[in-house]
T-cell receptor, first 116, second 116 residues
């Protein structure tokens, strides 16, 4: 167990709808990163939050947005859902450092999103 | 485009054998490298992190890093059926903008099957 939790576990939505996924970071961690993992692929970086601000973003459109709260929990919001958004959504928490070495990211169990 | 390449497999080894998993990456400035194991339907779990050239051993697992060749590998000794999973290689992509930790770039994973 990593101490990172996500909700819900599974979600079914229809095309065009909006969805909010939630993540609670491991105690003491101040950084959360979100990844999308399509079937048969490795996780792809969506964005990262540090001290409640977006701190890096991958190649995802603006309809993917997020929030980080003072208690370091986080949300991923996706608007105007498309069929290709069907995937496992993973959040990972870590402790920010000032060096070029990346602290280990610990993953939550993920949310399986199906868009019909 | 920064990339991480892995042989997708499946790699099949008999129980008790050594499994060798390989990964190459394109970003020369990366300093942090990770191996994650992912069981079907589950989230990635960290096996090893490695930051310096050479070998790092942890139980039955040995990670090997060669930055000059941009190559990282994972050896699993005395393979067990419970080791059957997809192994993800992840490389730290250092951010080009200030303040960000950067993020992980994942390979597609190598599926390992250990036969009893």
């Amino acid at each position: 167990e990593t101490g990172v939790t996500q909700s819900p576990t599974h979600l079914i939505k229809t095309r065009g709808q909006q969805v909010t996924l939630r993540c609670s970071s491991q105690s003491g961690h101040n950084t959360v990163s979100w990844y999308q993992q399509a079937l048969g692929q490795g996780p792809q970086f969506i964005f990262q939050y540090y001290r409640e601000e977006e701190n890096g973003r991958g190649n995802f459109p603006p309809r993917f947005s997020g929030l980080q709260f003072p208690n370091y929990s986080s949300e991923l919001n996706v608007n105007a859902l498309e069929l290709d958004d069907s995937a496992l959504y993973l959040c990972a928490s870590s402790l920010a450092t000032t060096s070029d070495v990346l602290d280990t990211q610990y993953f939550g169990p993920g949310t399986r999103l199906t868009v019909l | 485009q920064k990339e991480v390449e892995q042989n997708s497999g499946p790699l099949s080894v008999p129980e008790g054998a050594i499994a060798s998993l390989n990964c190459t990456y394109s970003d020369r400035v990366s300093q942090s490298f990770f191996w994650y194991r992912q069981y079907s339907g589950k989230s990635p779990e960290l096996i090893m992190s490695i930051y310096s050239n050479g070998d790092k051993e942890d139980g039955r697992f040995t990670a090997q890093l060669n930055k000059a060749s941009q190559y990282v590998s994972l050896l699993i000794r005395d393979s067990q059926p419970s080791d059957s999973a997809t192994y993800l290689c992840a490389v730290h992509l250092i951010a080009t903008y200030g303040g960000s930790q950067g993020n992980l770039i994942f390979g597609k994973g190598t599926k390992l099957s250990v036969k009893p």
